[in-house]
């Protein structure tokens, strides 16, 4: 059906950047959001940064003026640059994209998520 891959993550020192990829593949209409969540240890998932329908940008308070969300639409791809990172970035970010297969069947699909450390 529809695949959504991420890659990226990695063990970073604070103030340092990375960059997360996530692609879609797969029975692919439409696709109508697409973003990054993040969790951390005994922590609730939260947004950290989305498209929304409509092709507007949507950042999580934390994160504003240091992650960037782009897309290329080719490629059905997007990415998360993340630069001045801070530990308390630490998380598992997962990928999520509401997804059109056909023109009367959508859904919700999420990646296998990629680590993200930041430590000295």
């Known amino acids: 059906q529809v695949q959504l891959v991420e890659s990226g993550g990695g063990l970073v020192q604070p103030g340092g950047s990375l960059t997360l990829s996530c692609a879609a593949s797969g029975k692919i209409f439409s696709i109508n959001r697409m973003g990054w969540y993040r969790q951390a240890p005994g922590k609730q998932r939260e947004l950290v940064a989305d498209f929304t329908t409509g092709g507007s940008t949507n950042y999580a308070d934390s994160v504003k003026g240091r992650f960037t969300i782009s897309r290329d639409n080719a490629k059905n791809t997007i990415y998360l640059q993340m630069n001045s990172l801070k530990p308390e970035d630490t998380a598992v970010y997962h990928c999520?994209?509401?997804?059109?297969?056909?023109?009367?069947?959508?859904?919700?699909?999420w990646g296998q998520g990629t680590q993200v450390t930041v430590s000295s």
């Open positions: 999520s994209a509401h997804i059109q297969t056909t023109y009367w069947s959508s859904g919700d699909y």
